[in-house]
């Protein structure tokens, strides 16, 4: 259930809120207006850190391509992104390999800060083993961090994170 309007308690008048639909996915399909504002505003704030940080992530991404992919690469290696993302304003906690792979805080413009977990997979694709582990009852919000998205059916209350979507955007920062 998602909340659609609001009403302050000093006001009589009900405030529309808009809806969100996978607020934390950055894909090459999609990418939620959360992290559009979130980049914008970093960039605005600090010239040239957002592609610094895209930047970096391509250089990682490199290494997960089919045609450049490094040979024995692990899905722990996604976490070398950690650096430019939490300047980004995605904070990926220590990686725990039971259960999801680490618990991250976002922390987007002014909103409050936002705890949830992450799982990371090589390709999106990989994640239906939990789907199928923790059925629709179990299966909480969570993020997965992927180098490339190729899961076709993700569950609503799941967002994808592309390392490859993030590296394709740092075009828009070069100018």
């Known amino acids: 259930m998602i909340p659609l309007r ?5 006001s009589n008048k009900a405030k529309d809120i808009a809806k969100v639909d996978h607020p934390l996915t950055f894909t090459l399909d999609y990418v939620s207006s959360f992290w559009r504002k979130q980049l914008r505003e ?10 610094w940080c895209l930047e970096e992530i391509c250089r990682i991404v490199q290494d997960h391509r089919p045609k450049t992919k490094l040979p024995h690469i692990q899905e722990p290696d996604i976490l070398r992104a950690s650096g430019p993302l939490t300047l980004l304003g995605m904070t990926l906690g220590g990686y725990v390999g039971k259960g999801y792979d680490c618990y991250t805080t976002f922390k987007f413009l002014n909103y409050p ?10 390709t999106s694709k990989d994640f239906q083993y939990q789907q199928l582990k923790y059925g629709r009852d ?11 998205h ?4 993700v569950p609503r209350n799941i967002d994808v994170i592309e390392l490859e979507a993030l590296c394709q955007h740092a075009r828009e920062f070069a100018a």
């Open 6 to 10: 609001c009403k302050y308690a000093d």
């Open 138 to 148: 179990l299966l909480s919000r969570a993020v997965v961090l992927c180098a490339t």
């Open 150 to 153: 190729d899961h076709r059916n």
């Open 113 to 122: 800060e936002y705890p949830v977990p992450v799982e990371l997979k090589r």
């Open 42 to 51: 970093i960039n605005k704030l600090k010239p040239g850190l957002v592609l």
